[in-house]
């Protein structure tokens, strides 16, 4: 196992609703999970590669829970990347150089049955993660924004976290609303569901935590 570590950021889009049920070993509020996710990698390594300031996002698609399996996904990798960091970032998107269903990044890709083949091309990401802010754009697959969930009498923000002490993903995250619009092989569309914000630590082994 070539060992690896990221420190990172995140926004993640999925079908459920504000408390998706998968955060909490529950099944989805809409009986599939339709998901796009942007991770900016603000420091990382694989071996002796280097991955600062490499951007990479997916689309998922699951019929029903995440668990029962048969996914569809397209993986993409910032067109910036050297063929050796290509390599790396799909090794660790895969779910390789990992211990078993240590990440998300190796329990998700245990679940999908359709992996097309990754894109290599500019991504586009603004994430503010303590403001619940976020875009991820690439063209002619994703655009997604995220913003704060808002009362739905006076229109004020509202705050939200996600604290798991033993998740796979993140260890707090930001909860906000997002919508998404994909294009391309796996095609999903959500309108102000689960918007998650998340400040990312991981390695070869699960969630650094301090």
Aim: hydrophobic share 35%; with cysteine; charged share 25%.
């Amino acid at each position: 196992m070539t060992s690896w570590e990221i420190k990172g950021r995140e926004l993640v889009n999925c079908t459920c609703e504000y408390g998706c049920g998968c955060q909490f070993n529950a099944l989805p509020d809409k009986g599939h999970c339709h998901a796009v996710a942007g991770i900016q990698i603000d420091e990382g390594h694989h071996g002796e590669t280097a991955l600062d300031g490499l951007r990479i996002a997916a689309i998922f698609k699951w019929p029903g829970a995440v668990h029962e399996g048969n996914g569809e996904c397209i993986a993409f990798v910032d067109e910036n990347a050297t063929d050796r960091q290509r390599d790396a970032l799909l090794r660790i998107m895969t779910g390789q150089d990992t211990d078993p269903f240590a990440t998300m990044f190796a329990v998700y890709a245990s679940t999908v049955t359709k992996m097309n083949d990754p894109v290599f091309t500019k991504i586009d990401l603004d994430l503010d993660i303590d403001g619940r802010r976020g875009r991820i754009f690439v063209k002619d697959y994703i655009e997604t924004v995220g913003e704060p969930i808002r009362n739905k009498v006076t229109g004020a923000e509202s705050r939200a976290q996600i604290v798991l002490p033993d998740g796979f993903e993140y260890a707090v995250a930001e909860i906000g609303s997002a919508s998404s619009t994909t294009s391309g092989p796996v095609q999903v569309n959500t309108k102000d569901s689960y918007g998650q914000f998340a400040r990312l630590h991981l390695n070869n082994h699960g969630v650094v935590r301090a």
